[in-house]
């Protein structure tokens, strides 16, 4: 069976226009192109012969969600779905084949919004009908605070019998922190899809740029240099991703990581760790708790007043208006956006303009000299979580019984072939596992250069819980359109974080005797 990219001239036609638009953005040049179309191997994953099966072989039946991989309708390309999804399907094929007794079900949960999927299984699991297996959403603290997903780490401490019996199932992924050590030590998601560079991103207009004399930044501040250009030439400068009226803060971490890793690190990493897998994993909620990150401090509110002077150049109504079609009709020079959305980029054919992307530039000691500068090397840069996680839920496999059967189709998913055919089908990321390979689209990205951070950093956390990412984030819109001032901003924030710290040592019962 051959997979979704490869089925048509269309889907083909859309490959290559990525490549070159991904190696124009990373190259810096305009215009540029590429010949490779970078799609993936036409073979579906091969049968394994590795499937451990109960003894008693009784019928058990998964239920899963997996969002934007859940298959299509249409199984062919057609103008409203340029790049249709099959893979799942021929997997989950696949896999029942060689394990007859398990039946696997795909549901289709809300995808318009992360507040509408957790609503979903807020209401799926009071009823006793959550899936086996599910997304494990952006900020999944929130899930493993409420109980909703199992621990892993036993099973990633033994093998996967499709990959390698003499090696751990976390050794087989490309770097053990994409699989996220959670507040309490314990992992709780299997990562299925990796970013290429970052997967949130900037679109940019390559027009606006070559018509500005603007190179692509490759520095915070030669980002803010470029958006106050484009204001001054009369384009909207960035239309800013919005998620209920406020700010999505994706950029926290590129501007924090320089300031707080230099200068907090030796306090932030307590017990001494060597490297990520040694931490604790709740070294973000002790520095909150014992006010290593207070906002009182200057580093601190540097990383927030850097992000503001960013802020400041958003366009006016961008909380409240749908600045999207701005962007379409190519009045504003960037667009923040993810990874995630380049088949709707690509799938526009009303656009007039050329365009690309680049990755999110760190801030450095030309904006503030509270930030570090590191070094560069060219390749893939190191994740340190993943873009798409999958989890088991709890409460539905500890009643169902079908814990073994989830952990063997995690299993099955993270076989390198099935793994990468999974991934490669829609130009978004790419696998996590070891012996898979990334779309040649993503070369471009692969082959730029990227800060070297040290193995041990951290930088500015918004995403304990919902109820702590919407109050930050309301007190940033408030205060970036100037109607609270700095005293008070930095006290609500304080705020925010000790309630939010608070809540997740409550939820997760942690031991702070050690702090």
Known sequence: MKKGLSNSASSALLILLLVALTLTACSGNSGGSATDSGSPSSSAPSSASASKQPDDNKPVKLRITTQMFTPTEDKTPTEGTPVPRV????????FTKENPHISVEILKAPTSSQEEYLTWMTTKIA???APDITWATDTPQNMVGQGWLLPIDDYLDQPNPYVDVNAKWLDTFTNAEIITKFSDGQRYTVPIMQAAGDSTTFFYNIDIFEELGLAVPNTWAEFVSALTKIKEAGYIPIIPTVENKGPTLWQMLQVSVPILTNNFIGEYNYTGAKTPEEMAGDEWIRSIHKGIVSQDKPEMQEVWKQYKAFASLWPQGWATQDMKPLWQQGKAGIREGGMWELSSELSDTKRSFRWGMFSKP?????????AADYEKQQGFPKNIQAMFNLAIVKPTVEKAGTTDAA???LHYLTKADV?????????V???????????????GIKESESPILPDINFGMNVWFDSETY????????NWVDNKMDDKTFFANIEKAFRTGADQVIASQKLDTSKW
Request: aromatic share 8%; proline share 5%; no cysteine.
């Open 87 to 94: 893979a799942l399907d021929k997997i989950i094929e696949d």
């Open 429 to 443: 990321g790419r696998p996590t596992v070891k012996g898979a390979e990334a779309l040649s689209l993503f070369d």
């Open 419 to 427: 793994n990468e055919y999974l991934v490669n089908e829609i130009p």
């Open 127 to 129: 009823s006793g009908d």
């Open 362 to 370: 760190y801030i450095g000691s030309d904006s503030t000299p509270l």
């Open 407 to 409: 952990i063997q189709f």
């Open 470 to 477: 919407d109050a930050v984030r309301r007190n940033v819109t």
